[in-house]
């Protein structure tokens, strides 16, 4: 089936210690994003790839770095992981040929715990 | 500035009976909407979207209706199940903002046996 697929379903990392979380995909969907979300709280969208393109949230931390190697792999990278940085990660994707609306399917997510 | 807002964060439906779930927008610009359906420790999964061309998108028991001029979306179960006990999120994008959604702070749903 093709699917989201975000390793590990569960992180744990010390305060200032740097982590990577990874979100690949069997869509072949162009454009991939990594949204934070606290408990109760809306997805927050990060950033996101268009192609290669790379393109950050005006209230993104420069804390929080992105990479797209290919069409499949996307990785998040937490310089320095806070407390405050404590959260559900999701990664998603979409097809966006820039005529049609199409919809973002979720990846099941990474839950960061910063100790 | 919420853009997307649900104004129930609960809701609690006896099992057979109909689910309405609620959610309000206020950029008039939003032009695709969708709902979300989210279990405990898992990522969204898509449920249903309307387009702002339609007012009513039916999917089984899923039915979403959108009334532009109120700026109104509304997600309509039925018959509810316990299996559909779980948060809901509505979410919005505006095709030239980039299709970026926006979403609402969600509605925890209890279907109750």
């Known amino acids: 089936d093709a699917m989201v697929i975000q390793n590990p379903r569960y992180q744990v990392t010390q305060f200032g210690k740097p982590v990577t979380l990874s979100c690949s995909q069997t869509l072949n969907h162009n454009v991939m994003y990594w949204y934070q979300q606290k408990s109760s709280q809306a997805p927050k969208l990060l950033f996101h790839y268009y192609d290669k393109d790379f393109n950050n949230e005006a209230d993104t931390p420069d804390n929080f770095q992105s990479r797209r190697p290919n069409t499949s792999f996307c990785f998040l990278d937490i310089r320095s992981p806070g407390l405050g940085d404590a959260a559900m990660y999701l990664c998603?994707?979409?097809?966006?040929?820039?005529?049609?609306?199409?919809?973002?399917?979720f990846g099941p997510g990474t839950r960061l715990t910063v100790l | 500035d919420q853009q997307v807002k649900q104004n129930s964060p609960s809701l609690s439906v006896q099992e057979g009976r109909i689910s309405i779930l609620n959610c309000d927008y206020t950029n008039s610009m939003f032009d695709y909407f969708l709902w979300y359906k989210k279990y405990p420790a898992e990522g969204p999964t898509f449920l249903i979207s309307i387009s702002s061309i339609k007012d009513k998108n039916e999917d089984g028991r899923f039915t979403v209706f959108l009334n532009k001029s109120a700026k109104h979306l509304s997600l309509h179960i039925v018959p509810s199940q316990p299996g559909d006990s779980a948060v809901y999120f509505c979410a919005a994008s505006a095709r030239n903002a980039g299709n970026m959604l926006t979403f609402g702070g969600g509605t925890r749903l209890m279907v109750k046996p």
């Open positions: 998603a994707t979409s097809r966006d040929d820039g005529r049609t609306v199409d919809t973002q399917y």
